[in-house]
């Protein structure tokens, strides 16, 4: 049998290694803590859940839904975005419900890119950016986010040609993995670069209810002219606690939407419409959860910065997302130091490398693992002992 290139030039998957590893721990019975994924732990929301098992009992949802979702969840959807960001979509023209953000983020590509184009993409950067860009026969061209640049890609950087050839430019904030956070001056200036070359542009959002100490991350399309230029990605899997019922939407330029909308009615059926009702109520019900979520995430931040900071591993403070950002040890490689950490004492990280090369010298830990093993998991790293340097860092 021979598999087709593009799937046989897919690059090699990193955490290959990292799972058999662990799963080589395990079966020794020795305890692994995993800072690993970005899944939240906590269970979707009781009243959501009754939405859904109330949904699922009504034959008419039994059948195929509509590509293009309900017409009350898209309207659901426009109400959520008037009320959150201010800012009015037509509920039929430019609001999308998806089988989840990824999904989406993965089809865009193919509405938008021809083989030989050319999409900015950041680095490091949800690896589905990249992968849906080269699926479609496109080129990515990496942005680099470091700490000089405050992990917002330098646009004033990108070659002339570059940018004239480039068909579309992806952004995401608050940030996976780096934790950091864009404000309103910076998609404005997005959206001007974005006409001055003609390009598209793919924000992708889901992380803007996961903010701490007050912080509400904006929106692309709270920026002037953003419609025009773009569309936002969004997801109901970090704000509601959904990632298993597999529910998000674009919202956005009528046009993206609509050749989106082309594009999936030809390849999936839609989203089982027990979760459309399930998100109807996500969006449109109480809104506690998201505060009382919010707090616990910031209070695991807390811990884990603090801890992460006292063994000398640099790590930022993030004011959104479900992720920390810390440097690895003078002498490692992120991979060298993820190994080691696993090694030494059971504890697993994710390599800065796997979301791209400018992830080299990071780690990510993710705060969505409970309590209990969040503190097993710091102590445990703080019997850490750095081999390079022989010595032994612990809490003090
Ligand atoms: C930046 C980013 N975009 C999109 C997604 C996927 O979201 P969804 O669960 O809606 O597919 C994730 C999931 O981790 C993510 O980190």
Same mark, same amino acid.
């Given at each position: 049998?021979?598999?087709?290139?593009?799937?046989e030039n @897919?690059?090699?998957? @990193?955490f290959?290694?990292?799972?058999?590893?662990i799963?080589?721990?395990k079966?020794?019975g020795?305890e692994?803590?995993?800072?690993?994924?970005?899944?939240?732990?906590?269970?979707t929301?009781?009243?959501i859940?009754?939405?859904l098992?109330?949904a699922?009992?009504d034959p008419?949802?039994?059948?195929?839904?509509?590509?293009?979702?309900l017409p009350?969840?898209?309207?659901?959807?426009?109400?959520w975005?008037?009320k959150?960001?201010?800012?009015?979509?037509?509920?039929?023209t430019?609001v999308?419900?998806?089988?989840?953000?990824k999904e989406?983020?993965a089809?865009i590509?193919?509405?938008?890119?021809?083989p030989?184009?050319?999409? @900015?993409?950041?680095?490091?950067g949800?690896p589905?950016?990249s992968?849906g860009?080269m699926?479609?026969?496109?080129r990515?061209?990496?942005?680099a986010?470091n700490?000089?640049?405050s992990y917002?890609?330098?646009?004033r950087?990108?070659p002339?040609?570059?940018?004239?050839?480039?068909r579309?430019?992806?952004?995401?904030?608050?940030?996976?993995?780096?934790g950091?956070?864009?404000e309103?001056?910076?998609?404005?200036?997005?959206?001007?670069f974005a006409?001055r070359?003609?390009m598209?542009v793919?924000?992708?959002g889901?992380?803007t209810e996961?903010?701490?100490?007050g912080?509400?991350?904006?929106?692309?399309m709270q920026a002037e002219?953003?419609r025009?230029?773009?569309v936002?990605?969004?997801?109901l899997?970090k704000s509601?606690?959904m990632?298993?019922?597999?529910?998000g939407m674009?919202?956005g330029n009528p046009v993206m939407?609509?050749?989106?909308?082309?594009l999936?009615s030809n390849?999936d059926s839609?989203?089982?419409?027990?979760i459309q009702?399930?998100a109807i109520e996500a969006?449109?019900?109480?809104q506690d959860c998201?505060?009382e979520?919010?707090?616990?995430y910031q209070?695991?931040r807390?811990?884990m910065?603090?801890g992460?900071?006292?063994?000398g591993?640099?790590a930022?403070?993030?004011?959104?997302s479900?992720?920390?950002w810390?440097?690895?040890?003078?002498?490692?490689?992120?991979?060298?130091f993820?190994?080691?950490l696993l090694?030494?004492?059971?504890v697993v990280?994710t390599p800065g490398t796997?979301?791209?090369?400018?992830?080299?010298?990071?780690i990510?830990?993710s705060?969505t693992i409970p309590d209990?093993?969040?503190?097993?998991?710091l102590s445990k790293l703080?019997?850490?002992?750095?081999?390079k340097?022989?010595?032994? @860092?612990?809490?003090s």
């Amino acid at each position: 049998m021979k598999v087709a290139r593009r799937v046989e030039n @897919l690059p090699p998957y @990193l955490f290959v290694e990292i799972s058999r590893k662990i799963a080589e721990k395990k079966s020794k019975g020795e305890e692994v803590i995993s800072f690993g994924i970005g899944d939240p732990d906590i269970p979707t929301p009781p009243h959501i859940i009754s939405r859904l098992c109330q949904a699922a009992q009504d034959p008419v949802n039994h059948r195929y839904p509509e590509s293009d979702g309900l017409p009350e969840l898209r309207r659901a959807i426009a109400d959520w975005y008037q009320k959150r960001f201010g800012v009015a979509f037509n509920p039929d023209t430019e609001v999308l419900p998806l089988i989840g953000a990824k999904e989406g983020i993965a089809h865009i590509a193919f509405c938008l890119i021809d083989p030989g184009d050319t999409a @900015l993409v950041p680095d490091p950067g949800y690896p589905v950016y990249s992968i849906g860009t080269m699926l479609a026969g496109g080129r990515p061209y990496y942005l680099a986010l470091n700490e000089k640049n405050s992990y917002l890609p330098d646009l004033r950087s990108i070659p002339q040609h570059i940018a004239r050839s480039a068909r579309l430019l992806w952004l995401n904030y608050p940030n996976n993995p780096t934790g950091a956070v864009a404000e309103l001056d910076f998609f404005k200036r997005v959206v001007e670069f974005a006409r001055r070359y003609g390009m598209a542009v793919c924000h992708d959002g889901p992380y803007t209810e996961v903010a701490f100490d007050g912080y509400q991350p904006v929106s692309f399309m709270q920026a002037e002219g953003a419609r025009e230029v773009g569309v936002e990605f969004h997801s109901l899997s970090k704000s509601y606690n959904m990632t298993g019922w597999r529910i998000g939407m674009a919202v956005g330029n009528p046009v993206m939407i609509d050749a989106l909308k082309r594009l999936k009615s030809n390849m999936d059926s839609g989203i089982p419409q027990a979760i459309q009702y399930a998100a109807i109520e996500a969006l449109s019900g109480p809104q506690d959860c998201i505060p009382e979520h919010n707090a616990l995430y910031q209070r695991r931040r807390d811990l884990m910065v603090e801890g992460l900071n006292k063994i000398g591993l640099q790590a930022r403070l993030p004011k959104a997302s479900l992720y920390v950002w810390a440097r690895v040890p003078e002498g490692y490689t992120s991979v060298e130091f993820t190994t080691d950490l696993l090694e030494q004492v059971g504890v697993v990280v994710t390599p800065g490398t796997g979301y791209g090369r400018h992830g080299e010298g990071y780690i990510r830990l993710s705060l969505t693992i409970p309590d209990v093993s969040l503190v097993k998991g710091l102590s445990k790293l703080a019997g850490w002992r750095n081999k390079k340097l022989a010595t032994s @860092l612990k809490f003090s």
